[in-house]
T-cell receptor, first 111, second 114 residues
């Protein structure tokens, strides 16, 4: 079963706007990761946030983690057409180092 | 060259045929994984391996088998393909020895079973 559930499933915004995607999970984790997938291509790692971190930045990306609510959010600021892709959260419970993926959010940036 | 290479990239096969998907990596990582992606279902783990002698089932291993021929090579086999195994298959690697590491993915193999 999927560990992470993402919301919304699809998001369409205008170029320049900010995009926020949410991920909820069920069990305790060591870290949570966000990946990007361009249509039909392999996934690319964006950012990793550890369970003892609350916020992390990387360029135009901002990730938050609330372990009490078992949720994370990914914010992409000043979106560009090239940000159009599917975004997945993945949780790592440690031990077996298995990443468990959510169903993804399909983001469309309209020019 | 890509760090994680999957072959073939696309394959159409008939029901009942045996097919092998191959994955090789130049990352030097111990951990390798096979995932399956279906529309709307995200990625689901089929099998994973921590070294040549260590193979583990994931959440959807029925109908699949794997072989870790070397540290750099991890192949996935469908012994008798069926149409509901039509999907996009991904190989991934992670560095071992620590838990807070990212995964590196191949470009995927699109498999169609007719």
């Amino acid at each position: 079963s999927q560990q992470g559930e993402e919301d919304p499933q699809a998001l369409s915004i205008q170029e320049g706007e900010n995009a926020t995607m949410n991920c909820s999970y069920k069990t305790s984790i060591n870290n949570l990761q966000w990946y990007r997938q361009n249509s039909g291509r392999g996934l690319v790692h964006l950012i990793l946030i550890r369970s003892n971190e609350r916020e992390k930045h990387s360029g135009r990306l901002r990730v938050t983690l609330d372990t009490s609510k078992k949720s994370s959010s990914l914010l992409i600021t000043a979106s560009r057409a090239a940000d159009t892709a599917s975004y997945f959260c993945a949780t790592d419970k440690g031990g077996a180092q298995k990443l468990v993926f959510g169903q993804g959010t399909r983001l469309t940036i309209n020019p | 060259d890509a760090d994680v290479t999957q072959t073939p990239r696309n394959r159409i096969t008939k029901t009942g045929k045996r097919i092998m998907l191959e994955c090789s990596q130049t990352k030097g990582h111990d951990r390798m994984y096979w995932y399956r992606q279906d529309p709307g279902l995200g990625l689901r783990l089929i099998y994973y391996s921590f070294d040549v002698k260590d193979i583990n089932k994931g959440e959807i291993s029925d109908g699949y088998s794997v072989s870790r021929q070397a540290q750099a090579k991890f192949s996935l086999s469908l012994e008798s393909a069926i149409p509901n195994q039509t999907a996009l298959y991904f190989c991934a690697t992670r560095a071992g020895g620590g838990e807070n590491t990212e995964a590196f993915f191949g470009q995927g193999t699109r498999l169609t079973v007719v």
